[in-house]
């Protein structure tokens, strides 16, 4: 089944989450960004996605905000170090991020990352 009615039976038959990494996937796509399922460690990126959730980590020597980003194909830990609180900077936000990639505790991050606050979906 194709067509109209085969991505009608798709969006009937399929979980919420699912759709909505797929609608993710394909925005993120359509602006040009890598998905964060392809970056690799130390490579510079560009990604687009929505903040899943936010909060302070306040470590022994500094406080961190730290923002988990979702981009359909993966999650990506943003880290801005020093920082306790930025405006705009939202769980269910989207967000453009750029940075070198890093891997803490087997986890992408982005440490300190440039950031554009987008449209919602």
Known sequence: MSGYWGRMMRRLTTEAEELDADDLSR???????????DCACGE???????????????REAVATLEAELFDGSEGITLVWLGRRRIPGIE????????????????????YNPYYELQRSL
Not at 44 to 58: A, N
């Open 27 to 37: 925005t993120s796509s359509a602006a040009g960004a890598q998905h964060t399922c």
């Open 44 to 58: 510079e990126v560009t990604l687009l996605g929505r903040l899943r959730s936010v909060e302070l980590c306040p």
């Open 91 to 110: 769980a269910g936000r989207m967000v453009r991020a750029s940075g070198r990639v890093a891997v803490r505790d087997g986890r992408k991050v982005l």
